[in-house]
């Protein structure tokens, strides 16, 4: 069941994020077709992402989150969800913090069969929303081809590495500081630059320098079957046999 998450509840236009992947790519007509959709998200100082198909909605944390006795390690408890017990996942049980990651912290509530217990993750943030071209979910081998390290895929959780484009634009004014209105990561492929002049003419007018650079995001992807069953979640025999 595909939910109705990225317009509702994250504001965030799919419509725009698909257009944007499709002007990028050099064959509009064949990544029309094979657009996949992921939610990314922060815990501590990692970025992970799920299948949107996989999250039935996002909620804020609640205050009256109950502890249950001799529960797995990584049910951090139960709460009332709609009127529907959910267990509550700790995800850092799998995937270790040493830092804390600003933000708002919320639950995604997983799209679990009708004969399997409810179940959220607590994370710091919800990134974004992105449609993906299904060439950029890599296999062990295309990450070996591409020279990305595979050490993320080691990690039982993690089925494959999403790699991620965008524009990360740097304007740095007369004083020499810089400003970059995205993350910084290692740039690729390509740096442009262009100088504008704010203001009047002549030499009083302040130079402002803009780079735009093209970086590339790896990001793990978490298959949510096997973080359910690795949390101790009430897995049905639907996703057992599987397994």
Do not use: W
């Amino acid at each position: 069941m595909a939910p109705d998450l990225p317009e509702k509840l994250l504001g965030i236009d799919i419509g725009a994020a698909e257009n944007r992947t499709q002007r990028e790519s050099p064959d509009r007509a064949e990544e029309e077709q094979e657009l996949l959709r992921f939610v990314l998200f922060g815990i501590g100082e990692h970025r992970l992402a799920v299948p949107v198909d996989d999250v039935r909605t996002i909620t804020d944390v609640p205050n009256d989150l109950t502890r249950v006795p001799r529960t797995p390690r990584a049910i951090e408890g139960m709460m009332d969800l709609r009127g529907e017990i959910t267990a509550v996942i700790d995800i850092t049980d799998h995937f270790p913090v040493t830092e804390e990651r600003p933000g708002r912290e919320q639950l995604l509530v997983f799209d679990t069969s009708g004969d399997e217990q409810s179940a959220a993750a607590r994370i710091d943030d919800v990134l974004s929303v992105d449609a993906i071209p299904e060439r950029a979910v890599l296999s062990p081998d295309d990450v070996e081809q591409r020279g990305y390290s595979s050490e993320p895929l080691e990690h039982p959780l993690v089925d494959a590495l999403l790699e991620r484009e965008h524009r990360s634009t740097r304007r740095s004014p007369g004083d020499g500081s810089a400003q970059s209105t995205a993350e910084d990561v290692a740039p690729v492929a390509e740096s442009i630059t262009a100088t504008d002049r704010d203001g009047g003419t002549g030499d009083d007018s302040e130079s402002v320098r803009t780079t735009a650079q093209l970086v590339v995001d790896v990001i793990p992807l978490i298959n949510v079957e096997n973080l359910l069953a690795a949390s101790g979640h009430l897995v049905s025999d639907r996703a057992t046999d599987q397994g």
